[in-house]
């Protein structure tokens, strides 16, 4: 489904969440629903010592063969994929876009993804965890998924998020 005027994207951490993504990429528009076999949802950070918006770790995917990542398909025009790719460091190296095949009710899509480099474990904050499980909720993922995601332990940061300023909209 990808042209030269847009492509698809999987979401599966914090763009879930339609105001979240739309904060520096107008064009996404929800598509669907979909499912990334072989894969393992992670919250993480690219180093040790590391300072970001969200005050904790945050969502990568990383390979493992019985695992599935439930996530978000968003059409984008081409004109935010520097902005998307600018959103995830990927300047920075801390994450590399991948293309993946995520599966459908409609059948499979090609679509535009992105991996931490360096993944090291570390708790999210609650407030992304709040902004993840919202996107969830907010799209239909399954039930027993967003339980999942509900259950992960955060790491109790009580300041100021990036979440302050996606309340606003929400």
């Known amino acids: 489904m990808s042209n030269d005027r847009c492509f698809m994207y999987f979401a599966y951490?914090?763009?879930?969440?339609?105001?979240?993504?739309?904060?520096?990429?107008?064009?996404a528009v929800s598509h669907c629903v979909g499912r990334l076999k072989g894969y393992g949802l992670h919250f993480g950070l690219w180093g040790d010592n590391v300072v970001n918006n969200w005050n904790g770790g945050v969502a990568t995917i990383e390979e493992s063969p019985d695992d599935v990542v439930w996530g978000v398909v968003w059409e984008m025009s081409?004109?935010?994929?520097?902005?998307?790719?600018?959103?995830?460091?990927?300047?920075?190296?801390?994450?590399?876009?991948?293309?993946?095949?995520v599966e459908t009710e409609a059948g499979p899509l090609l679509c535009r993804t992105y991996r931490m480099n360096h993944f090291r474990p570390c708790l999210p904050s609650p407030q992304y965890?709040?902004?993840?499980?919202?996107?969830?909720?907010?799209?239909?993922?399954?039930?027993?998924?967003?339980?999942?995601?509900?259950?992960?332990?955060?790491?109790?940061?009580?300041?100021?998020?990036?979440?302050?300023?996606?309340?606003?909209?929400?």
Not at 13 to 22: A, T
Not at 80 to 93: A, C, I, N, P
Not at 143 to 159: C, M
């Open 13 to 27: 951490g914090s763009n879930l969440l339609k105001e979240r993504l739309r904060l520096n990429n107008p064009s």
């Open 78 to 101: 081409t004109q935010d994929r520097t902005s998307l790719d600018k959103q995830e460091g990927v300047d920075q190296g801390l994450y590399s876009p991948l293309e993946v095949k």
């Open 129 to 170: 965890k709040e902004v993840v499980c919202l996107g969830a909720q907010q799209n239909g993922l399954p039930e027993e998924y967003l339980e999942r995601l509900q259950a992960v332990e955060t790491n109790s940061y009580t300041g100021p998020s990036l979440l302050d300023k996606i309340k606003n909209l929400i």
